[in-house]
């Protein structure tokens, strides 16, 4: 199994970054794909959600209405486009699966939001 995100880097606030995931090892079109993040000192959240099939999305409040998950289960990538982005945005985002209990991570990728 093996989840590698990119898209990652440094923006000004107001900006906006596409963050993606490639999936690799496992039925990836069976699984529902999530993206947390972890700033400094504080513990990882859940962002966003979406379906195995992508026609159902979940989205944290603090970034409702500014991010929106999508997936292409033809190419095993799922994606996170963030648009509006806050200093408190600032994050290393990290896409995952559950599968039999075992939560799967990629190495994740660093946002920073900053003028």
């Known amino acids: 199994v093996q989840l590698v995100e990119s898209g990652g880097g440094l923006v000004q606030p107001g900006g906006s970054l596409r963050l993606s995931c490639a999936a690799s090892g496992f039925a990836f079109s069976s699984y529902n794909m999530n993206w947390y993040r972890q700033a400094p000192g504080k513990e990882r959240e859940l962002v966003a959600t979406i379906t195995s099939n992508g026609r159902n999305t979940n989205y944290a409040d603090s970034v409702k209405g500014r991010f929106t998950v999508s997936r292409d289960n033809a190419k095993n990538t799922v994606s996170l486009q963030m648009n509006s982005l806050k200093p408190e945005d600032t994050a290393v985002y990290f896409c995952?699966?559950?599968?039999?209990?075992?939560?799967?991570w990629g190495q994740g990728a660093q946002v920073t939001v900053s003028s």
């Open positions: 995952n699966f559950v599968r039999w209990g075992a939560n799967y």
